[in-house]
């Protein structure tokens, strides 16, 4: 039985992320991936970065089971087996990571999954070693688009844990375990990309 999930947001998003990784992450070295999802973002960053050593993750046992199919399929060498990572856990499976990536996660889980990821990236990371986060968010003195708006009510009528988070709320997280926001991207469809790296 094929287990590979599709996502069509992930085909979508993945090569202007893409774009962005190129210019951030070493030549070589471990990535580690926080909800992996589908496993399309991961096996298409392995493919672009065949230098890099991937370590996808997510809570979920059936995307574990997807990312790992996409492994398989695509013969990917560089990717190796999902592990099970709650970001909220204080114990991450992992002692150490050269970079860390965070797609649409922020937004689709209970907020403490944030300061749990801020904790785990400044535990994991080297001095300089970037957290790189997806997706959408709010920014003091930025209008929000309205289909952000939008899909914030959705969210939360979904789950009311849920729902785009202050850019600036995830900023003060991040400071609180010496982690700086070193630069924000703007990207397609309201989303940001924002990198973190470790003091």
Not at 132 to 137: A, D, K, M
Request: aromatic share 6%.
């Amino acid at each position: 039985m094929d287990e590979r999930q599709s996502s069509p947001a992930a085909l979508r998003n993945r090569g202007p992320i893409l774009d962005v990784l190129r210019t951030l992450l070493p030549k070589q070295g471990l990535v580690l991936e926080i909800a992996s999802g589908s496993g399309e973002h991961v096996v298409h960053f392995a493919q672009a970065l065949p230098g890099i050593t991937w370590q996808p993750s997510d809570p979920n046992p059936d995307a574990r089971a997807s990312v790992a199919a996409w492994a398989v399929h695509e013969g990917l060498a560089n990717v190796r087996p999902p592990v099970a990572i709650d970001a909220a856990a204080q114990d991450w499976p992992l002692e150490k990571a050269d970079a860390i990536l965070c797609i649409n996660m922020v937004h689709i889980s209970p907020w403490a999954a944030t300061p749990g990821l801020m904790r785990g990236a400044a535990r994991l990371l080297p001095s300089g070693g970037p957290l790189v986060l997806y997706g959408p968010y709010i920014r003091a003195g930025v209008e929000t688009a309205a289909s952000n708006l939008a899909f914030d009510a959705d969210l939360k009528a979904r789950n009311p844990a849920w729902g785009l988070r202050s850019l600036e709320a995830v900023a003060a997280e991040a400071g609180a375990v010496g982690l700086q926001l070193h630069s924000v991207h703007d990207m397609p469809a309201n989303n940001l990309i924002l990198i973190f790296k470790r003091r």
